[in-house]
């Protein structure tokens, strides 16, 4: 259980970003023990380092942005959940402008690139050598310890977050589990739940394809806000009052699948996730992120 994972090679991604609209190159490498996982710009002078923790978020506003001073990277959730599903406590992250590539929508390319490259365990830098991971130990490649414990404490009394009719809780529970609902006035949204337990099913096949989504009729608004300039019918479903405008869907509920890997994601930036039952209601990486801080604070 104190055993801690990172990649047993690295493997790079290219793509535009979601609100950017630009395109981005990522390289994601092994990292010592004790690490976590972490960010770096190599575009700007000297690779400052973005550190993935609750302490770094600045902003919720439709993805969750991480940064210090000046500086900034965007729409980290997908990536990180990937990262977390999939086992990887350590990971150097490295990106070439401010925003995470879209990809298709989800989280399904990092993952089969995680799995593709396998994991080993993470070992202590030395401090004399600087030098690290002689000794790993191979993982075969379908083993993934989806969102270990570790030494994570345990849940022991309700922790809530709520806005009006949306909220999010952490709740005591002999396992962890995640369980989402949504509700949206268009009907081939509407009304729908979903719960998912790491333990029982495989994060790679249940959570990470579901890909983003968004309404037909908020499409101008959030562009004319400079928003979601890289949102195209290739790498986010599109719905609108007749029904899905690119189908078909990967699950006919695709949608609160989607934002439970966006939870999963921002839960991540706990660094490990404590035993609870996390429920969430017509949530946002907002109350997310809210719900994470709070827990910090037990």
């Known amino acids: 259980m104190n ?30 023990q004790n690490t976590g996982r972490y960010f770096v710009r190599v575009d ?29 990277i965007r729409t980290v959730e997908h990536l990180l959940a990937a990262l977390a599903g999939m086992g990887i406590d350590n990971a150097r992250i490295e990106v070439d402008s401010s925003e995470i590539p879209l990809l298709d929508g989800s989280a399904k390319v990092w993952t089969e690139a995680i799995a593709s490259v396998g994991l080993v365990e993470a070992k202590a830098e030395d401090e004399e050598t600087g030098k690290w991971g002689n000794e790993t130990i191979e993982i075969n490649n379908t083993h993934t310890p989806h969102l270990k414990p570790h030494n994570s404490p345990v849940i022991s009394q309700p922790v809530w977050i709520y806005q009006g009719d949306s909220f999010i809780a952490a ?21 729908q739940w979903y719960s998912w337990s790491p333990k029982t099913d495989n994060f790679a096949n249940s959570i990470a394809p579901a890909r983003t989504f968004g309404l037909s009729y908020q499409i101008d608004q959030l562009r004319e806000a400079g ?16 029904g899905w405008l690119n189908p078909p869907l990967r699950f006919t509920n695709e949608p ?7 939870l999963i994601g921002d839960l991540s930036l706990l660094g490990s996730f404590p035993q609870a039952h996390y429920l969430a209601y017509k949530a946002s990486h907002k109350l997310h992120i809210q719900l994470a801080q709070k827990i910090l604070e037990l």
């Open 171 to 191: 709740l005591p529970s002999p396992e962890t589990r995640f369980t989402y609902g949504i509700d949206f006035d268009l009907p081939a949204i509407g009304n």
């Open 227 to 242: 928003l979601i300039k890289g949102g195209t019918l290739d790498n986010a479903l599109v719905c609108s009052e007749t």
């Open 3 to 32: 055993s801690q994972y990172t990649l047993a090679a690295e493997f790079s991604q290219s793509g535009v970003g979601l609100h950017s609209g630009i395109k981005s190159h990522v390289k994601i490498m092994s990292a010592p």
């Open 44 to 72: 700007l002078p000297e690779t400052p380092i973005i550190h993935a923790r609750i302490s770094s978020v600045i902003s919720t506003t439709l993805s969750t942005e991480l940064g210090t001073g000046d500086l900034r």
């Open 256 to 262: 609160v699948r989607h934002k439970m890997l966006d």
